[in-house]
Nanobody, 119 residues
Framework: QVQLVESGGGLVQAGGSLRLSCAAS????????MAWFRQAPGKEREFVAA????????YYADSVKGRFTISRDNAKNTVYLQMNSLKPEDTAVYYC????????????WGQGTQVTVSS
């Protein structure tokens, strides 16, 4: 089992920056990939970014590519999402999630952190 706790959300003006953190605990040795998702009110959850634990390969949604950067610190079992040039449409609850090599489904999720971007 893996437990995830997000932090770093808040209120920021358009054009500003935030850095989100997601700390993992439990059976962290089983983590193959960690990812960020977001969900705005009245909308479906959408993929934001992901990173592989060993090789460090990264993946980004087109909507955030060039503005957001995902990174990880394996020693701290933590993944980060650096968000720059924030837009009002980035407003959402941001969740981190993990999966192992044994499944293609993200099986563990954090409780989310609110990001609000004002115009």
């Amino acid at each position: 089992q893996v437990q995830l706790v997000e932090s770093g959300g808040g209120l920021v003006q358009a054009g500003g920056s935030l850095r989100l953190s997601c700390a993992a605990s439990g059976r962290t040795f089983s983590i193959y990939r960690m990812a960020w998702f977001r969900q705005a009110p009245g909308k479906e959850r959408e993929f934001v970014a992901a990173i592989n634990w060993s090789g460090g390969s990264t993946y980004y949604a087109d909507s955030v590519k060039g503005r957001f950067t995902i990174s990880r610190d394996n020693a701290k079992n933590t993944v980060y999402l650096q968000m720059n040039s924030l837009k009002p449409e980035d407003t959402a609850v941001y969740y981190c999630a993990t999966r192992s090599l044994t499944t293609s489904v993200y099986g563990y999720w954090g409780q989310g952190t609110q990001v609000t971007v004002s115009s």
